[in-house]
């Protein structure tokens, strides 16, 4: 082929075919742009939907309905031994990502844009050279960088035969015992699968909390099941070494002042996320990177060289594909001379452990360091109908407003489906609710969404099914 | 033909522009009272200036709503008169409000000043000063962005400050005020300290003075509260820096005091200053500008009213001589007396209080060598004028007796450099101090 020494030419070009790219280009041909995406990977849809949030929940889903099943026993139904079929298991997760990939790829081809495979690097401001292509290059009007991020290492790990995250998704083996570095979301709940599969799991986490930027009310909950789930759990604990010895892994930690030696069959590091800026060329661009480099972009994702955007992990904010898929929207749009803006005012967080954990707008944590007066109402799980009725009443609903407006400012969960009862938190704050406009709204009954309303209610001091304490009714 | 007895309600009519409330002062007259079109209904002393309200119709008084001290706040039903000749004859039967007020429209927009029939009603004032993002839908902050709009800037009428899409077309069309970074009407803070976001700045309580000693307290109101804001914003927003220099106006005082007249008319120094200064701000024009923190954008102004701090029993306001460029001395040595006397008769209008570019203060009167002032926000600049008076001075290796006028001009650094206010101040001094030349070039 000669094609490799001509460069195509098109309006606008996507790197990253992820959910923040592929949702950009998409959004972009709606808007009437000539759009190029250009994809390293074989299939589209980047870490999410092929090595993050789609096989990791297909896994959790599995391993929940185990302990539903094994939960099942105090309502008096038995379902004797469950068995793993990991093949199958492995199978049905493989078919998930295929269909949503293909899916993908067909929205793409029915928008008419073009994917093109290859490895992008800027060589000029309105230019990328490819490779492992078959198109030499793209000269462009328009560029989105949606380049994502990739797992973050500890030195003394490379090289060692030690699980990603990525390696762990793909369901290689369930080993016996498995210690897990890093007590954030991903090694919580590759812990949660690993441990509900059957392993035996230690985590261990480098802060005196698990789930850092979540508020301790809320994080108490799932490190109390969390300890009964795994083996052991280990918070201000460092990882000092790792070494392979024979089949397994020994791994060296101090915890206070104690060094002691941790066994296991494998080893998985989740200790975050880096983005993917390096060797891309962006100095060429005239695109700016800041210290933690990530690259530093306006309301409307344009990057220092305004003809570039950037969307996703590449760019400050939380490393989440909600956020990034807004953003494509938004660098589409901003291209096609809308008055886009991402100037969203929460992005939820959703961490898939038992129960689900999720939060949106402020913390409470994050309102108090702003100096913010804020009133709190809390309800606990133990007070709602419906979790009495599924027999899972660990949890809390926490609304978060301010002192004068009673404007809501956050809401945290810590429940059964909290990652979907989440939406209705993020849905309110966006558009400017107040708490009387949460409680007045009806909630139907009986479903654990009631619990919003009541902790509303508990914040405005009007709460009629729980005590309410003196301090608060005065607030 | 009879014409029925109906009842008007009268509104606080618009004061002015950005002004929504007032002080009541005093009533001029009493319930059951019959006042005549355009007499005197009330006084109301706004922030900018104390105004006498005329009543927009003749009757008898039914209702006379709030006392001395109340704030009232535009739109506000103020007063009840009933009109038309049952007003004569004292009949009770109040006509429905609605049908008073749909019938002594025409009335209304004839006779009152300001009609109240053309205000538009004013949102609820957010709960307090904005912090962290406005509240909006979506949808709302977009259409705001499609009008080219900053949402920060649009008061909301909704609960908890909400913008609504109606409050973005109502501002679009000029029906509302921007929000402003000033501190909100109510008495924040409650009781503990108010974390202002600034490091180590928080409001502190304060404390009981009353276990020292004995106190007196006096909410800070109109006038007062006004100043506060202006100089608290002032403070806050612009990074002040200040250059003195000394005029020798020996000359100019010789000049000036050949003037005949010796009654409170007579030229004093400051028209003298007000003129120079004027033709100073034409040479450099960055001092006769705002600046706009929101849109970043310097805002030069092409005309030079010149803004003089006066004292009065009501406390600071600045009246303003408008166009000095375009007057003579002695004219705008006129302008300032009769300004003066308004003022200090509490009879000044917030006309002119408004519109200056550029604010001098002349403490020195009142005594004090020097003083460093606070820009008049949002101008870029204010002249401080100390107390002439003679002073020992070098002159040829001579020590010899001269008249100093010291000068501190306080300026924006956002907008102007310390070369810029030395070469402006140097301008103004020699104006000021070889008047011969000045005026013998003096132009219009």
Known sequence: MVMGSLKQETEVVVIGGGPGGYVAALRAADLGK??????????????????????????????????????????????????????????????????????????????????????????????????????????????????????????MAEDAGVWSSTDALTLPEIPARLLVIGGGYIGLELGLVYAGLGSAVTLVELLPQILTGADPDLVRVVHKRCKKRFEQLLVDTKVTAVERRGDGFVVSVKRGGDALELEADRVLMAVGRVPNTDDLGLDKAGVALDDKRLIEIDDGCRTRAPHIHAIGDVTPGPMLAHKASRQGKVAAETIAGEPAAFDNRAIPAVVFVEPELAWTGLTEAEAKQEGRRVKIGRFPLTALGRARTIGRTDGLVKVIADEQSDLLLGVGIVAPHASELIAEGTLAIEMGATLEDLTASIHPHPTLSEAIMEAGEVAAGSAVHVAVSKSQRRS | MTEEATVFEFKLPDLGEGIHEGELLTWHVEIGQVIDEDAPLVDVETDKAAVTIPSPVGGKVLELVGSAGDTLTVGEVIARIETGDGAASAAPAAAPPAVAQRESAPADSEAAPAPAAMVPPQPAAPAGPRRGPVPAAPATRRLARELGLDIAQIPGSGPAGRVTREDVQRFAAGGLEPVTAVAPDDESAGTGAAPSGIPFFELEPMPDFSQYGAIETKPVRSIRRKVARKLATSMIVVPHVALMDDADVTELEVFRRRERRTDERRLSLLPFVVKAITECLKEHRMFNASLDPQREEIIYKQFYNIGFAADTPRGL????????????????????????????????????????TFTITNIGPLGGTRLVPTINYPEVAILGMGRAKPQPVVRDGQIVARTILPLTLAFDHRVADGADSARFMSALVRRLSDPLDWLLAMKG
């Open chain 2, 317 to 356: 306001i600045v009246p303003v001589v408008r166009d000095a460029d375009k007057k003579s001395i002695i004219e705008i040595s006129a302008e300032i007396y009769e300004l003066a006397v308004k003022a200090r008769d509490g009879k000044i209008e917030v006309k002119d209080l408004q519109g200056s």
């Open chain 1, 34 to 155: 000539e759009v190029l995406l250009v994809e390293q990977r074989e299939a589209i849809g980047g870490v999410c939907l092929l090595e993050g949030c789609i096989p990791s929940k297909t896994l959790i889903h599995a391993v929940e309905t185990l302990q539903l099943a094994a939960d099942a026993k105090q309502m008096g139904l038995n379902f004797g031994k469950a068995s793993i079929d990991a093949d199958k298991l492995r199978a049905f997760k493989q078919s998930v990502l295929d269909k949503l990939s293909q899916g993908t790829a067909a929205l793409l081809k029915n928008r008419g844009v073009e994917v093109v495979r290859g490895r992008a690097r800027f060589d000029g401001a309105h230019s990328l050279a490819l490779e492992h292509s078959d198109v030499a290059g793209v000269e462009f009007k328009h560029a989105i960088v949606a380049t994502g991020s990739r797992v973050a290492s500890l030195p």
